[in-house]
């Protein structure tokens, strides 16, 4: 079963950078679409950004979309995502999983966006 073990986050200043990496382990890992997910207080779970399995094919949410950017190394069994410009409503716990969420969630990774 695959593993997945989120690290990067941290206390970062609006219009700051982060970038967040999600380790995974298990022999189906690379053959999954990948994605990146965040849970502010009290909101529910929201899809952030994914990419396909060959690292080809990226999606981002609208409210990240041209500020985020998602990638892979299968080699290296991480997924990425590089956090530009970041503001307040970016405050959440970052998580990744497969795009079909079939992982065992791991603890995430808080990110905090303030003066």
């Known amino acids: 079963q695959v593993q997945v073990v989120e690290s990067g986050g941290g206390l970062v200043q609006p219009g700051g950078s982060l970038r967040l990496s999600c380790a995974a382990s298990g022999s189906s890992w690379s053959s999954d679409a990948m994605a990146w997910y965040r849970q502010a207080p009290g909101k529910q779970r929201e899809l952030v950004a994914d990419i396909s399995r060959g690292g080809r094919i990226t999606n981002y949410a609208a409210s990240v979309k041209g500020r985020f950017t998602i990638s892979r190394d299968n080699a290296k069994a991480l997924v990425y995502l590089q956090m530009n410009s970041l503001k307040p409503e970016d405050t959440a716990v970052y998580y990744c999983?497969?795009?079909?969420?079939?992982?065992?969630w791991g603890q995430g990774t808080q990110v905090t966006v303030s003066f």
């Open positions: 999983n497969s795009v079909s969420r079939n992982y065992p």
